[in-house]
T-cell receptor
């Protein structure tokens, strides 16, 4: 149980386009989802915390207008990278926590974004 | 959120026990200690979590001294497939806690050789 999926697993896009990444909790309802970014050989960097039905909370230095997060249901959160540029190329990972297992986060497999 | 410090890398051989120590001098009363494992191009995987003393599960043990300013992840008899980055995280994971968000440190790259 407690499986988190992401779609797509990888995506290549042209500079200036927008890309949407989906994060789904497959067998549980996630009250909170988190979005991370990871550059090669670096650690995960928390971008934002997403709560169902409310606006996401962004970490300092993360542009909310560039990284749009929508958490429309208890099983789905989306991250849209708007007007993507090569420097946005990275590995994007989401995680989710259950309301009754708040002390454990379940991570998705990640999405590799390459902006040409 | 308490900052953590871990060795950047460690080497080991198959069949050995590996101990990775993490320092968290500013750990708060409500903070738990959690360890995650990450393979390249994959999301992190939960290994173990504890608050104090010793915790053991089917894959690892976690040792936490009384002052809780450090913790040690112990992996018994490692194999080649244990080669990964191991992250130590500290945060208030209690229900309704100040924050459930996880701040990842640099992690420890464990390289297991034959």
């Amino acid at each position: 149980g407690a499986v988190v999926s992401q779609h797509p697993s990888w995506v290549i896009c042209k500079s200036g386009t927008s890309v949407k990444i989906e994060c789904r909790s497959l067998d549980f309802q996630a009250t909170t989802m988190f979005w991370y970014r990871q550059f090669p050989k670096q650690s995960l960097m928390l971008m934002a915390t997403s709560n169902e039905g409310s606006k996401a909370t962004y970490e300092q230095g993360v542009e909310k207008d560039k990284f749009l997060i929508n958490h429309a249901s208890l099983t789905l959160s989306t991250l849209t990278v708007t007007s993507a540029h090569p420097e946005d190329s990275s590995f994007y990972i989401c995680s989710a926590s259950l309301w009754d297992r708040y002390n454990e986060q379940f991570f998705g497999p990640g999405t590799r974004l390459t902006v040409l | 959120l308490a900052k953590t410090t871990q060795p950047i890398s460690m080497d080991s051989y198959e069949g050995q026990e590996v101990n990775i120590t993490c320092s968290h001098n500013n750990i708060a009363t409500n903070d738990y200690i959690t360890w995650y494992q990450q393979f390249p191009s994959q999301g992190p995987r939960f290994i173990i979590q504890g608050y104090k003393t010793k915790v053991t599960n089917e894959v690892a043990s976690l040792f936490i001294p009384a002052d809780r300013k450090s913790s040690t992840l112990s992996l018994p008899r490692v194999s080649l497939s244990d080669t990964a980055v191991y992250y130590c995280l500290v945060g208030d994971m209690s229900y309704g806690g100040a924050t459930n968000k996880l701040i990842f440190g640099t992690g420890t790259l464990l390289a297991v050789q034959p």
